[in-house]
T-cell receptor, first 116, second 112 residues
Framework: AQTVTQSQPEMSVQEAETVTLSCTYDTSESDYYLFWYKQPPSRQMILVIR??????QNATENRFSVNFQKAAKSFSLKISDSQLGDAAMYFCAYRRRWGSQGNLIFGKGTKLSVKP | KAGVTQTPRYLIKTRGQQVTLSCSPI?????VSWYQQTPGQGLQFLFEYFSETQRNKGNFPGRFSGRQFSNSRSEMNVSTLELGDSALYLC???????????FGSGTRLTVV
């Protein structure tokens, strides 16, 4: 069975600084999707960034980028120029690519605090 | 473009009762998934519906059920509520063939 592990329950960053959130996963499949979701106190899960495993290039979305290491099964999220609005729970998630019976498998989350 | 709408936002029920939660996906999205979020277990997959058919189910007891209507709106039902069913229930929708799920704001269920 696939598993997703986020080893940092909490992280803190100074405003305008850079922070990296870690995620590792375990799967026997070669093709899959990886996601980072943000959940602010409003509760809505917001997609931050996604990565297709067959793409070697790391995904980037504005201040958010990932370091995808397929062999190491590692998928970290880097937030540059941190802003107060980045404070939230961040969840790493995995989904198999093929087959209709796929669903998101989430890590336990990392709570990010941003200090002014 | 309207997002995923979940109703109600909050719900308080008594043990033994049953509850129905509603989810309206983004227009054009035919896949709807449900997740349960608790502090202890985190986010766990409940089930997924596509074109009114359940095509994937998580490891939850039969008290948890769902359905999807022809307009893609989905409901989930929990019967004989237990205290442990207290959780945030999240619904997500996606277009066919794309796994960029969009989530709603959830329904916070409290069982007393």
């Amino acid at each position: 069975a696939q598993t997703v592990t986020q080893s940092q329950p909490e992280m803190s960053v100074q405003e305008a600084e850079t922070v990296t959130l870690s995620c590792t996963y375990d799967t026997s499949e070669s093709d899959y999707y990886l996601f980072w979701y943000k959940q602010p106190p409003s509760r809505q899960m917001i997609l931050v960034i996604r990565q297709e495993a067959y793409k070697q290039q790391n995904a980037t979305e504005n201040r958010f980028s990932v370091n995808f290491q397929k062999a190491a099964k590692s998928f970290s999220l880097k937030i540059s120029d941190s802003q107060l609005g980045d404070a939230a729970m961040y969840f790493c998630a995995y989904r198999r690519r093929w087959g209709s019976q796929g669903n998101l498998i989430f890590g336990k989350g990392t709570k990010l605090s941003v200090k002014p | 473009k309207a997002g995923v709408t979940q109703t109600p936002r909050y719900l308080i029920k008594t043990r033994g009762q049953q509850v129905t939660l509603s989810c309206s996906p983004i227009s054009g999205h035919r896949s709807v998934s449900w997740y349960q979020q608790t502090p202890g277990q985190g986010l766990q997959f409940l089930f997924e519906y596509f074109s009114e058919t359940q095509r994937n189910k998580g490891n939850f007891p039969g008290r948890f059920s769902g359905r999807q209507f022809s307009n893609s709106r989905s409901e989930m039902n929990v019967s004989t509520l237990e205290l442990g069913d207290s959780a945030l229930y999240l619904c997500a929708s996606s277009p066919e063939g794309d796994y960029g799920y969009t989530f709603g704001s959830g329904t916070r269920l409290t069982v007393v």
